[in-house]
Every structure is written in structure tokens, then in C-alpha cells.
């Protein structure tokens, strides 16, 4: 393996890892990194903590594979996982499923039930947005709509991670494929799998 230190990017270029070549780069940018490496296109993976400094240039300019470093993931992972945000989350899809069905026939004392599901739909929205902060929730979601932050990090970031320590695990030669999200009226025809 060869080392060698670039002082005026702060930047250790390591070579032949496994064919490849890997390289870090601490408070540099990507047209230095092209200036000093002359790779481009596709075969880069070029990894960010900040979606517009760090990856709109890269995707935009040089047609690279961008990753972004979003700490807060661990946290949301978390609090997602835990199986009382699970239960909650399942009625309140569990919740919408029946208005559906009772708003079709909603008269008399069924309007009265639709009425006090829908406060209660409500409270669980809120409960499942203050899970991860009581001001604004998650970074990713607003109830069940992506946020803005998500949806320029899925413009810019072919992959996203809290730290770039969770790629150990993997080869480098690993690829990544992207799962294809359903569309609303897709749901009912994609398979259980």
C-alpha cells in the first residue's frame, strides 16, 4: 500500500486496496479532488455531511456518486425502531384504514365514530412527530410526507449513513442498489415479500 500526504489538501491517498484506489480527503472539495486524482464520472463515491456544499456539485458538475453523513440518523433509527413508536404507528395506519372505510357510510351514530377516530388520528400524528422533536419531528418526515431535507438528500445522496464507520462491514468492491419506491397507486400490486 502506498502513502502519501498532500499538506495543502489535508489528504491521505491510499493505493492498491484491493485494486482499487481509496481516498480521504479532511476540508477539501471536489475540484480539488479531480485536479489531484483526474478521476470522474460514475465510478466515484464522493461521501458529504452537508447536502448543497458537499453533494450538489459533485452529482450536478461531475456526474458522481454522492453519500451523505447525517449524524442524526442514528437517533431517528432509534427512536423508529422502538416498539412503542412501532404500536403507535401501526394503529395510526390501522386508525386511517378504518376511516376510510366508515367515512363511505357515515351517517347517524357511524358519524359520531368517524368524528372521534379522526381527533384520535390527529393525536397519534402528533404523538409519532414529537417522538423525534417536539417542535419540528423527524428530518426525514412530515407525518406521512417526506420532508424537504429528504427530498433533496434522495436527489443528491445515492446513499446516506451516521457515520462513514457503518461501510467497514462491507467489501469495497460491495454495490449498492437502490429499492424502488411504490407509488401511490402502485401499493396494492406490489408483492409480500
Excluded: C
Aim: no cysteine; aromatic share 12%; glycine share 6%.
Amino acid at each position: 500500500m502506498v502513502v502519501s500526504i498532500r499538506k495543502s489538501l489535508n489528504a491521505v491517498v491510499h493505493r492498491n486496496y484491493h485494486q482499487h484506489a481509496v481516498m480521504f480527503i479532511v476540508q477539501g472539495n471536489a475540484d480539488q479532488l479531480m485536479k489531484l486524482t483526474g478521476w470522474n464520472g460514475a465510478n466515484v463515491l464522493y461521501f458529504g455531511d452537508h447536502v448543497y456544499t458537499d453533494l450538489a456539485d459533485p452529482v450536478m458538475k461531475n456526474g458522481w456518486r454522492t453519500g451523505a453523513i447525517i449524524p442524526e440518523l442514528e437517533t431517528e433509527i432509534k427512536k423508529s425502531s422502538s416498539v412503542e413508536y412501532q404500536r403507535t404507528l401501526r394503529w395510526r395506519l390501522t386508525l386511517g384504514k378504518l376511516i376510510e372505510q366508515l367515512q363511505k357510510e357515515s351517517k347517524g351514530e357511524k358519524s359520531v365514530t368517524l368524528e372521534r377516530w379522526l381527533k384520535e388520528r390527529t393525536d397519534l400524528r402528533i404523538e409519532l412527530k414529537e417522538t423525534f422533536n417536539p417542535y419540528f419531528g423527524s428530518i426525514f418526515r412530515t407525518h406521512q410526507n417526506p420532508t424537504y431535507f429528504s427530498w433533496r438528500l434522495a436527489r443528491f445522496a445515492d446513499i446516506y449513513t451516521s457515520s462513514l464507520g457503518n461501510l467497514n462491514n462491507y467489501l469495497l468492491k460491495h454495490r449498492f442498489y437502490p429499492h424502488r419506491a411504490a407509488l401511490p397507486h402502485e401499493l396494492n400490486i406490489l408483492p409480500d415479500i
